[in-house]
């Protein structure tokens, strides 16, 4: 029967011809499968290793374009930058029309001898009426026991007269001793009484070229009446004095201390190079509109003098003018260039000098000696100055500001032809200007001086030839000036004692007044003015 199964013995089944048939095919189809197989395997292997190529080959590349390895950042603590320490303000830089400066102790102070004190206790009050001086210390001191010796006599005969007398026992016997106009020293647990006493006073090397102690001399000599002695070596005045005489030295010294101040100029110098329709100068009449307030010049200033003025300017109250305001007015007249911006300091009654010049060397004479068949030419060398001298010599004197200022310039116009013995010599063509004016101004204000013009000539030709025209064909000339305008800001710096202002008085009490006010900025302490105290 088709398509049946054929079973052996065993029971099993057993292939039949038809089942051998599919077998065959099925096993050709298998070989044509697995021969198929085979050939898709071997595309895949190519197809794998191209890829496997590829990968490599875009890996080197995309190496190429990858980022270098570096180590991970590291981490440090690294401090703040630390800025540097502002410079210290100097004194001559503060804005302080006047500076008080305590430095070191005061000077020009009279000191005599230190003699030891009397007991501090409180006697009094004593009335005293045409006593002569010996009897009113022996009741005065008539509790203690102090023993007295006299110099002179006139402690036996000056009378006194006090009423109410009362305080510390050493201020009331110098007290005593002055309204007699004598000295009462206690040395050695003995009271002396003498007419005259010996002061010594160290001078400072200051007044510049003046001879101080000459000066301070002929003062005390007029004072005391004396001739005092001085010594070079050690700047020292020695000097004997009356109790009363004493006093008005004393108030010499103090008015000369009080005067022996620093004064620091601020000094600006600009050179205005005049517009074509400035040449006749600044008009200093216009510089008050600054502002929409006024100025008041002395004098009649106008455009067509070139006369030097002087204009004092306020730097305080209610119009205050300061360096800007100046440059700005100037500089509507031209280009202005600043010639020297320098501080000049000069202490009180001395002097100070600023030159800003260039110079000009020439030959300024030739000579010829023979000797022996040989020629000898000496030549000998010169120099002229171009430029300006500022002199200024100041004093403090009642919180005001008195100065000379002198200012010289110079200046070399060219070089002039001289024919001296078969020789031309160059010589320069020079001119000079001075200008002195005498200044009284507060610290803090400003002081001008202008008006000083001068004026360039500049002549030129042009015309066929190499180094000068054989022929001028065409000549031109040109005029220029300029004017230097001075501003000059002085401030003082006042030294006053650090020690607490001690001056030694010897025992005696300065003089003091009842509705007399402290003088805070004296250098005489206000605790010393006050009996009291």
Not at 411 to 418: H, L, R, S, T
Request: charged share 20%; hydrophobic share 35%.
């Amino acid at each position: 029967m088709g398509g049946g199964c054929c079973f052996n013995e065993a029971g099993t089944k057993r292939p039949s011809s038809h089942d051998s048939i599919q077998n065959i095919k099925s096993s050709k189809a298998s070989l044509v499968t697995v021969m198929v197989n085979s050939k898709s395997l071997f595309s895949l292997q190519h197809k794998s290793q191209a890829l496997l190529a590829l990968t490599v080959a875009s890996c080197l590349f995309l190496s190429g374009c990858a980022d270098v390895f570096s180590p991970s950042a590291r981490t440090a603590k690294i401090p703040s930058p630390t800025m540097a320490d502002e410079r210290p303000e100097a004194v001559n830089e503060k804005p302080d029309s006047v500076l008080y400066l305590p430095l070191g102790s005061d000077v020009l102070v009279p000191e005599a001898e230190g003699h030891a004190p009397l007991p501090n206790e409180i006697v009094g009050p004593f009335e005293l009426r045409s006593e002569t001086l010996a009897g009113a210390l022996q009741l005065i001191l008539a509790d203690y026991q102090i023993p007295m010796a006299f110099e002179t006599d006139e402690g036996l005969t000056r009378t006194i007269t006090v009423a109410n007398l009362r305080g510390p026992l050493n201020r009331v016997v110098n007290k005593v001793c002055s309204l007699a106009d004598l000295y009462c020293a206690f040395e050695d647990g003995l009271l002396v009484i003498k007419e005259t006493q010996t002061f010594t006073v160290t001078v400072p090397p200051i007044g510049g070229e003046t001879d101080i102690l000459s000066s301070l001399s002929q003062g005390l000599s007029a004072i005391t009446g004396t001739t005092p002695i001085t010594e070079d070596a050690t700047r020292t005045i020695i000097y004997e004095a009356t109790n009363r005489t004493a006093e008005l030295a004393e108030r010499y010294f103090q008015r000369i201390r009080s005067n022996t101040a620093l004064i620091v100029f601020e000094v600006y110098i600009w050179e205005v190079g005049l517009d074509t329709g400035n040449q006749t100068g600044i008009n200093w009449t216009e510089f008050g509109k600054i502002g929409g307030s006024t100025i008041s010049i002395p004098g009649s200033i106008g455009t067509t003098d070139n006369t030097p003025i002087s204009i004092g300017l306020p730097g305080l109250g209610d119009v205050s003018y300061n360096t800007s305001n100046v440059l700005e007015f100037i500089s509507s007249y031209g280009a202005v260039k600043t010639i020297s911006q320098p501080q000049v300091t000069v202490l009180s009654g001395a002097e100070a000098t600023l030159r800003a010049a260039d110079t000009v060397n020439y030959v300024s004479s030739l000579s010829r000696t023979t000797e022996d068949g040989e020629t000898t030419v000496s030549t000998e060398t010169d120099s002229v100055d171009t430029g300006f001298t500022l002199t200024i010599s100041s004093a403090w004197d009642n919180a005001t500001i008195y100065g000379n200022i002198e200012i010289e310039l110079q200046e070399f116009q060219g070089f002039d032809d001289f024919e001296a013995d078969g020789t031309t010599l160059r010589l320069p063509q020079t001119t000079e200007r001075e200008l002195s004016t005498q200044i009284r101004i507060r610290p803090g204000d400003s002081l001008i001086i202008a008006g000083l013009v001068r004026e360039n000539d500049q002549f030129s030709k042009s015309g066929p030839g190499f180094n000068q025209p054989f022929f001028p064909t065409s000549r031109s000339s040109s005029v220029s000036n300029t004017e230097l305008v001075f501003l000059l800001k002085p401030r003082v710096i006042v030294y006053t004692s650090d020690d607490g202002g001690h001056i030694n008085f010897d025992g005696k009490l300065p003089p003091f007044h009842a509705n007399q006010p402290a003088h805070t900025n004296s250098a005489i302490p206000a605790n010393l003015l006050d009996p009291s105290q």
